[in-house]
């Protein structure tokens, strides 16, 4: 009987140690599911996702100053906030849709740009020819060209000034279609077509006389800055797409040294420079040789 009791005892002493290294190590793994919760909201809330961050006050100005020293202030110009990564989203998908129209115009342009310097050397060589016939002779044809050449051509009494005159006209227009290409490849190629098409945003501000906003933004997030304004004289455009990173309240300025055309460090993205427009036949020539 004192056996039969002893084991007993030794079972229920078993069965008693058995339950309680299990309750010890489900309150043991209960106890690192909740450190590991915990260490997993501290990422979170440092990756701003998921997370209700504090809200902070970025406060700026707007302004430019120019060749001269002098500070202007730029009033009116709506200024907005993206989340970098919603923003990064936002330039890709345009890219892409404009992909297209860029590479069209691109092969337009380098068309353009090789006929109007084709035409002139057209022009330049029958304007030697010319000139080695007799130089009053080639006086005269620049006058009749410069005042009777219409958009057919020379007056068909001039015959001696027809080549010449058609060339000319040709060069002309061909400068005219390369200025015109130029203007859709410079937009192309620029922020401003990311300006264009911006998509609401939840954070924007008007600056005010002097140029001063403020934007309501969430702490610890990266965020895209963006602002388009000018002014009429002389005639100027500004374009700004500014990265910055909220730690806490800071002051912020859109200026000269952000903008969009200087490719700065913290550009959201890099544009190619504008190629300005042309006046001559060699200027189709000085393109090509850049693009």
Known sequence: MNIKNKKCRIVLSLVTLVIFSSASLAWSAEKKQKKENVSQEQVTSKNGANYEQSEVELKGQVFIVTGGAQNIKLALVKVQAYPEDAFNSFLMKTKSENEQDLTNVSSQLQNELSSCTNYNNDTFTEFDRLIKLSLEQAKLCVNIQQKFANSQGCNPSFRECSVYCNSELSLKNSIASVNSLLDKYNYLNSGQIYLDNLPSSQSSAISDPDGKFTLKLKAGLSYVITAKGGRASP?????????????????????????????????????????????????????????
Do not use: H, R
């Not at 550009?267 to 090509?288: E, H, L, W």
């Open 235 to 291: 005639k100027e455009d500004y374009f700004w797409l500014v990265k910055i990173n909220l730690k806490g309240a800071t002051d912020f300025f859109l200026s000269n040294q952000n903008l969009l055309s200087t490719n700065c460090d913290e550009c959201a993205v890099k544009v190619k420079p504008i190629i300005k427009k042309i006046s001559t036949g060699q200027g189709c020539a000085n393109i090509m040789q850049v693009m």
